[in-house]
């Protein structure tokens, strides 16, 4: 009886298991029907991922096809110009407003945000769930019109052109509405979730950047997504009844179209680059180790960015047809949304410098993406300017410096949030070897890519073209093999790391020795984040030896 009692003392004595939130409820629909922002935040990442590798398809498509410059290989012809059209048309849509919008603030900023905070969920549970299936229905309206003919406008679906082109003009457009709602939806729940439940004792200067960032992406998200609604509403009424607002042979004005839509698509490339900027705010300091430089100088500058970024949008139609006055105010208000850019770039440098610098693979992916940025924050300047402009408009120039901001800047961040927070969304440990083969190869093709599209810009190669001279073949060619290089480096990242879910749970609960708050609870995280309320006693990014110590 008493050795009974005594192996139940033992038994009780034990350490229960902790239940995280891959493992509290088990099966399909409790997934479907979560409400958990963790699993809400895992359903988006995978989604975003599989619309990064159908656009990424398409991508490497239109790379194929400009390989030779009468896009013949093993003597076939590899797309016809109607269907190069839509392949350069659907990665552009699937890229922008399925994948890189969505991607940090839906996907990671789910799943961390209310753990920095040191919450238990997101302010609105249900929303956020109705968010991630408006989401999946947008991206299913899109591939349905992908699959009944595809569009060929262009991811601006720039008028007249598309009031009168056939394909699946409405139906493309009624996807991108609600993927806007879905947006909307997802930027309220996060400025309610910052405003009201941050942890005792932090106050808005105590917030990791990473939220000042999400919550600056999610002011944009609220103000500028309803503009891009009802301009898409306009482009279907238009098509569906023939209303005169864009096409001008029904009295509309075509230019208005340019207007209303980068009113919004100004707004978002801040939507996509400043979640980037806010991984890369935490990258640094913690792989510094050290306290992080001018920290309200960064958070300031991600709101000044978020409110700058709607009064500039003149600076995509400098060719347009607008007055001189507009041209030459857009250009100087495009220089000065440069200032809070250069803000974060001086800091992120401060804070590295004489730090003690720890190469993992997030880290690699920061400076990649220091470098990276750079390059398309500078050639922003050149498109900036009015009389370079004028030249360089509708060039591979614009491309490549698009290329260089979005995905040298948001894609590359993501990547490295995606390794920085792994081990805390799965408990597993990556391979840091492979890692850092993986973004080597990723920088180096990349920069094949596009610093070769600077120069063929430069010279004079048209974007969107199907056709051109013999004289561009030899950078196209070089652009081409670039690309094969970042899909060989994309698929050894996406191999490594589900090879590390085959492996048992070994990650650390804090393997990078972060100090914000989603490094001191589990990995994976319990079901609602943590044991009890935590309440915060320190900065974050606080680095001091003796800080650290304690």
Same mark, same amino acid.
């Given at each position: 009886?008493?050795?009974?009692?005594?192996?139940?003392?033992?038994?009780?004595?034990?350490?229960?298991?902790?239940?995280?939130?891959?493992?509290?409820?088990?099966?399909?629909?409790?997934?479907?029907?979560?409400?958990?922002?963790?699993?809400?935040?895992?359903?988006?990442?995978?989604?975003?991922?599989?619309?990064f590798f159908v656009g990424g398809m398409f991508a490497l498509l239109v790379?194929?096809?400009?390989?030779?410059?009468?896009?013949?290989?093993?003597?076939?012809?590899?797309?016809?110009?109607?269907?190069?059209?839509?392949?350069?048309?659907?990665?552009?849509? !699937?890229?922008?407003?399925?994948? #890189?919008?969505?991607?940090?603030?839906?996907? @990671? $900023?789910?799943? +961390?945000?209310? /753990? %920095? *905070?040191?919450?238990?969920?997101?302010?609105?549970?249900?929303?956020?769930?109705?968010?991630?299936?408006?989401?999946?229905?947008?991206?299913?309206?899109?591939?349905?019109?992908?699959?009944?003919?595809?569009?060929?406008?262009?991811?601006?679906?720039?008028?007249?052109?598309?009031?009168?082109?056939?394909?699946?003009?409405?139906?493309?457009?009624?996807?991108?509405?609600?993927?806007?709602?879905?947006?909307?939806?997802?930027?309220?729940?996060?400025?309610?979730?910052?405003?009201?439940?941050?942890?005792?004792?932090?106050?808005?200067?105590?917030?990791?950047?990473?939220?000042?960032? !999400?919550?600056?992406?999610?002011? #944009?998200?609220?103000?500028?997504?309803?503009? @891009? $609604?009802?301009? +898409?509403?306009? /482009? %279907? *009424?238009?098509?569906?009844?023939?209303?005169?607002?864009?096409?001008?042979?029904l009295g509309g004005d075509p230019v208005l179209f340019q207007h209303f839509?980068?009113?919004?698509?100004?707004?978002?490339?801040?939507?996509?680059?400043?979640?980037?900027?806010?991984?890369?705010?935490?990258?640094?300091?913690?792989?510094?180790?050290?306290?992080?430089?001018?920290?309200?100088?960064?958070?300031?500058?991600?709101?000044?960015?978020?409110?700058?970024?709607?009064?500039?949008?003149?600076?995509?139609?400098?060719?347009?047809?607008?007055?001189?006055?507009?041209?030459?105010?857009?250009?100087?208000?495009?220089?000065?949304?440069?200032?809070?850019?250069?803000?974060?770039?001086?800091?992120?440098?401060?804070?590295?410098?004489?730090?003690?610098?720890?190469?993992?693979?997030?880290?690699?992916?920061?400076?990649?993406?220091?470098?990276?940025?750079?390059?398309?924050?500078?050639?922003?300047?050149?498109?900036?300017?009015?009389?370079?402009?004028?030249?360089?408009?509708?060039?591979?120039?614009?491309?490549?410096?698009?290329?260089?901001?979005?995905?040298?800047?948001?894609?590359?961040?993501?990547?490295?949030?995606?390794?920085?927070?792994?081990?805390?969304?799965?408990?597993?440990?990556?391979?840091?070897?492979?890692?850092?083969?993986?973004?080597?190869?990723?920088?180096?093709?990349?920069?094949?890519?596009?610093?070769?599209?600077?120069?063929?810009?430069?010279?004079?190669?048209?974007?969107?073209?199907?056709?051109?001279?013999?004289?561009?073949?030899?950078?196209?060619?070089?652009?081409?093999?670039?690309?094969?290089?970042?899909?060989?480096?994309?698929?050894?990242?996406?191999?490594?790391?589900?090879?590390?879910?085959?492996?048992?749970?070994?990650?650390?609960?804090?393997?990078?020795?972060?100090?914000?708050?989603?490094?001191?609870?589990?990995?994976?995280?319990?079901?609602?984040?943590?044991?009890?309320?935590?309440?915060?006693?320190?900065?974050?990014?606080?680095?001091?030896?003796?800080?650290?110590?304690?």
């Amino acid at each position: 009886m008493e050795n009974a009692i005594k192996s139940q003392t033992r038994i009780a004595d034990r350490p229960r298991p902790k239940i995280n939130y891959l493992n509290a409820t088990h099966g399909i629909w409790s997934w479907m029907s979560t409400v958990d922002h963790k699993r809400i935040g895992v359903m988006y990442l995978v989604g975003v991922l599989g619309a990064f590798f159908v656009g990424g398809m398409f991508a490497l498509l239109v790379r194929l096809t400009l390989l030779t410059h009468d896009h013949m290989l093993f003597g076939r012809l590899l797309l016809t110009a109607d269907a190069y059209n839509r392949v350069f048309t659907l990665h552009g849509v !699937i890229m922008v407003f399925l994948f #890189i919008i969505p991607s940090v603030p839906a996907a @990671l $900023g789910n799943f +961390v945000l209310p /753990l %920095m *905070l040191g919450a238990k969920d997101v302010a609105f549970p249900r929303l956020n769930l109705a968010s991630f299936y408006l989401w999946c229905t947008g991206a299913i309206l899109a591939v349905v019109g992908m699959i009944f003919g595809a569009i060929d406008t262009g991811w601006t679906f720039y008028t007249p052109y598309s009031t009168t082109t056939n394909g699946t003009v409405t139906l493309m457009t009624m996807a991108v509405f609600i993927l806007g709602f879905s947006s909307i939806f997802t930027g309220i729940n996060f400025v309610a979730t910052v405003h009201k439940l941050r942890a005792p004792g932090m106050g808005w200067f105590d917030m990791p950047l990473f939220v000042w960032g !999400i919550y600056s992406t999610a002011i #944009i998200q609220v103000l500028a997504t309803p503009v @891009l $609604g009802i301009t +898409v509403v306009l /482009l %279907m *009424l238009e098509r569906v009844f023939s209303i005169g607002i864009f096409d001008p042979k029904l009295g509309g004005d075509p230019v208005l179209f340019q207007h209303f839509f980068w009113f919004y698509s100004h707004p978002a490339v801040y939507i996509m680059i400043l979640p980037g900027m806010a991984i890369i705010s935490e990258l640094i300091p913690t792989f510094s180790r050290k306290t992080m430089f001018g920290y309200r100088a960064v958070a300031y500058s991600s709101v000044s960015l978020a409110l700058l970024s709607f009064i500039v949008w003149g600076h995509h139609m400098f060719v347009a047809g607008q007055s001189q006055l507009a041209t030459v105010i857009f250009s100087a208000l495009t220089f000065l949304v440069a200032i809070p850019s250069g803000v974060k770039m001086f800091n992120w440098l401060g804070t590295m410098y004489k730090g003690n610098i720890s190469l993992e693979t997030p880290m690699l992916y920061a400076i990649s993406f220091l470098l990276l940025f750079a390059i398309g924050g500078l050639t922003g300047i050149f498109l900036g300017t009015l009389s370079v402009d004028v030249h360089l408009t509708d060039t591979y120039f614009v491309v490549a410096h698009f290329h260089y901001v979005m995905m040298g800047g948001t894609v590359i961040a993501f990547i490295g949030g995606i390794h920085y927070w792994w081990p805390k969304m799965t408990g597993r440990m990556y391979s840091e070897k492979w890692g850092r083969i993986a973004c080597t190869l990723i920088f180096i093709g990349f920069n094949m890519t596009f610093l070769t599209q600077f120069i063929l810009g430069s010279r004079g190669m048209p974007r969107r073209y199907y056709n051109y001279l013999e004289q561009y073949q030899p950078l196209h060619a070089f652009s081409t093999v670039g690309s094969w290089v970042i899909g060989l480096g994309m698929f050894m990242t996406a191999a490594y790391l589900l090879a590390s879910l085959r492996k048992p749970m070994d990650a650390p609960d804090n393997p990078w020795g972060g100090t914000t708050l989603e490094w001191t609870t589990s990995s994976p995280p319990i079901e609602h984040n943590f044991e009890e309320q935590p309440v915060l006693t320190k900065a974050p990014y606080d680095y001091r030896p003796e800080t650290v110590a304690h």
